[in-house]
């Protein structure tokens, strides 16, 4: 029996070949964070109808902010590309708690901004190692694509932690993630990549 493409079962079952053929093949790889598939739940399925890749990191351009009780107003920055420089760029950071703040959609970095405010808390209360979260130039419009590039930022703070565990002597469970809107996206995708990492807040609304 010949199909009719336009019938209903013709319809469900191209849909059925397609989205299986993105599950294959659609992915994009950026080492040495691994790669990202726009299969389903992050391609075409009932609740994303788009299917948009996350840039790269060079687009997306994550700096990773220090703040610590000797620095607690000028920041040390680190670019997300080169975590493996973090010991010689952070050399007050020591083992001890780490606060990791992530900002969301349209949002940017200030020195008067809701970030601060908390890093600024954080600093009051106890002697932590405060990171603020630079992803500002992969928040910006289209939403699908910002929530794409949110899986990348994701990764990069889970190697950033991987490398300081590993040069530091922190634990995953000394850090604490706490994002706002896709910056709770994020927090979760790093939460993802991580055993045993301390905790992780999401925040809706400010």
């Known amino acids: 029996m010949k199909l009719n493409p336009f019938s209903a079962v013709g319809i469900l079952l191209m849909t059925v070949c397609s989205t299986d053929g993105i599950r294959k093949s659609d992915e994009v790889c950026y080492p040495p964070l691994g790669c990202f598939s726009t299969a389903p739940p992050f391609g075409i399925s009932l609740q994303r109808k788009l299917i948009v890749k996350p840039k790269s990191p060079d687009d997306i351009g994550t700096v990773f902010k220090l703040y610590t009780r000797i620095n607690p107003t000028v920041p040390v920055d680190l670019d997300a590309r080169k ?11 020591q083992a001890k708690p780490v606060k990791i703040i992530v900002h969301g959609f349209l949002q940017a970095v200030t020195p008067d901004d809701w970030l601060s405010a908390i890093k600024n808390e954080l600093l009051i209360e106890g002697d932590y190692n405060v990171i603020i979260v630079d992803w500002s130039k992969g928040n910006k419009p289209p939403y699908t694509q910002a929530t794409a590039n949110t899986r990348v930022v994701g990764a990069q703070i889970a190697l950033l932690i991987h490398k300081l565990v590993e040069s530091s002597g922190i634990k995953n469970s000394d850090v604490h993630i706490i994002g706002h809107s896709l910056g709770s996206h994020i927090a979760g995708y790093a939460g993802e990549r991580l055993d045993e990492l301390g905790r992780i807040t999401g925040m809706l609304g400010l």
Do not use: E, G, L
């Open 83 to 93: 975590v493996d420089t973090a010991t010689a760029t952070w050399p007050d950071f």
